[in-house]
């Protein structure tokens, strides 16, 4: 866990190295933004609506995605990274949120190519992974700035995930005492997509959680626990995220859990081959 005041807007901090389970992977939406700095090999990410992937040699920056990603591994993979809670990239952007999302920037791009040089040559030559680790926090301490509106937009957002997405959006502006359009607009300049966006991102990666994959699964119950209005519902909203139906989803899931059980990607990317 990062020091204050990054933990009000990361949820953890990671390095990453070793063989990849899979040449490609797809990695469903969640409700979360994400910066890696590669310290290897470069990889490639097909982002929201591409056609072709694109390659990534510094590492990337993306904001909380409408739709899945495909990446595509080197070899070998050593990288550090951070998972921000919807909101927390916002404070370390020079540009909207909204222009990041679903098209995932190099690192580069956001922070300048010296900047990002300079890091990756301290993150190579650090002595481990917690050294690494720290100088990516500091780093992030340095850029942190003072953003308008990340207060407001936090504790709506905050709100949305408690309910799991099931909460209504009307009732989340008329409580903060904005309209519903400047709460849009700030949603969209700091996290980069709507609340009513993020409101299905979080219902439908609390719904994933839920299954069960290596037992029965009621679809059924499954749709009515998590709020969707039928079966049928469901099933559109799956496939919007993942491009999978939701059998389909289990089958690829499983086949992770029988090829790579125990792996670190287990719970959330999906073999792409």
């Given at each position: ?20 389970p899979y040449a490609r992977l797809t990695l469903p939406p969640a409700p979360s933004a994400l910066l890696?700095v590669n310290l290897g090999a470069p990889f490639r990410i097909r982002g929201g609506t591409d056609s ?222």
């Amino acid at each position: 866990m990062p020091r204050p005041p990054l933990d009000g807007l990361i949820d953890d901090l990671y390095f990453l190295e070793g063989e990849r389970p899979y040449a490609r992977l797809t990695l469903p939406p969640a409700p979360s933004a994400l910066l890696i700095v590669n310290l290897g090999a470069p990889f490639r990410i097909r982002g929201g609506t591409d056609s072709e992937t694109a390659g990534y040699a510094d590492g990337c920056v993306a904001t909380t995605p409408t739709r899945a990603w495909e990446f595509g591994y080197p070899l070998r993979t050593r990288s550090v990274g951070v998972h921000f809670k919807p909101w927390g990239l916002a404070p370390f952007l020079p540009m909207p949120a909204a222009e990041l999302c679903d098209r995932p920037a190099t690192v580069e791009q956001v922070w300048g190519r010296p900047a990002v040089a300079e890091l990756r040559d301290r993150l190579a030559t650090a002595n481990g992974p917690h050294e690494m680790l720290t100088l990516l926090e500091e780093e992030l301490m340095r850029r942190l700035c003072e953003t308008a509106g990340l207060g407001l937009v936090r504790h709506t957002s905050s709100v949305i995930a408690a309910s799991s997405g099931g909460v209504a959006i009307g009732d989340l502006s008329m409580a903060a005492g904005v309209s519903s359009t400047h709460l849009a607009q700030r949603f969209k300049e700091l996290i980069g997509v709507t609340p009513k966006r993020l409101a299905r991102t979080h219902r439908f990666a609390a719904t994933v959680f839920a299954i069960d994959p290596a037992g029965p699964i009621d679809w059924g119950d499954l749709a009515y626990d998590a709020g969707y209005f039928d079966q049928a519902h469901f099933g559109h909203e799956f496939r919007a995220f993942t491009g999978l139906t939701p059998t389909r989803y289990v089958e690829v899931r499983r086949r992770f859990l029988r090829e790579h059980p125990g792996h670190v990607f287990e719970g959330w990317p999906l073999p792409a081959d």
